[in-house]
């Protein structure tokens, strides 16, 4: 069982006071940073659209934001954007490839609704002049173009590529594909499907392929490889 001192009591009722202060405090401090020029009449419903100098295409995703706060919002891929602002709040536009843009909001506006059409231009930036010399000196570049060893041209090297046993080779090892693995799936399924309900048929009596088996070991197809 817990007993709880005076002492005890005294330091959390301490401890609230300080917490309820530094709250009072903060919201205080926000409030005023919010309504620096005036009363709640001050604000207004700060709304717009970002298009570009040349083409007047919105730019979507710009940063708007009121100067020395973290106030503002972003605007949408058609370059729309709606927040609340203060009468003579300093806006600044910024997006990537844009030139910064800063706008101030008069503050002798009647309305509690104002609009904007936000115009950026766009940041070039002119690179200097960049000379490419491939060798230092003629004597240089004659050696190179002299010692230069020409690959073949695409006719001959498809023809070595191409050549019957290569390609021979290369089927051999090559595994089947997704449509072949397909095919081989329902030629398998099919064939069980014919002999359903009945034995299969005996190859043994087949002269088809009894033919065929001759043939392969006149062939040499049954030799054990070294």
């Not at 300080?18 to 709304?47: H, P, Y």
Request: glycine share 4%; net charge positive.
């Amino acid at each position: 069982m817990r007993i709880v001192t005076p002492d005890f009591m005294l330091k959390n009722s301490y401890l609230f006071v300080i917490m309820v202060f530094v709250a009072t405090t903060l919201c205080a401090q926000q409030k005023s940073s919010w309504q620096t020029k005036g009363n709640k009449n001050n604000l207004l419903q700060f709304s717009g659209v970002v298009v570009e100098g040349d083409s007047l295409n919105p730019v979507p995703y710009t940063s708007i934001i009121v100067k020395h706060t973290h106030r503002g919002t972003i605007s949408d891929y058609f370059g729309y954007f709606s927040f609340v602002a203060a009468k003579g709040d300093t806006i600044e536009f910024s997006a990537i490839g844009f030139s910064e843009a800063v706008y101030v909001i008069p503050d002798t506006l009647s309305s509690s609704i104002y609009s904007l059409i936000q115009v950026l231009r766009r940041d070039t930036i002119y690179l200097k002049t960049a000379e490419v010399f491939p060798w230092p000196s003629r004597e240089q570049f004659k050696q190179a173009f002299l010692t230069l060893e020409i690959s073949d041209d695409d006719m001959a090297r498809a023809s070595r590529n191409m050549a019957r046993a290569d390609v021979k080779e290369q089927m051999i090892g090559m595994a089947m594909d997704a449509s072949l693995n397909y095919k081989y799936s329902n030629q398998e399924y099919q064939s069980r499907l014919y002999y359903a309900g009945q034995y299969p048929v005996n190859n043994l009596l087949n002269p088809i392929a009894w033919a065929k088996f001759v043939k392969a070991w006149k062939n040499g197809d049954f030799k054990k490889k070294n």
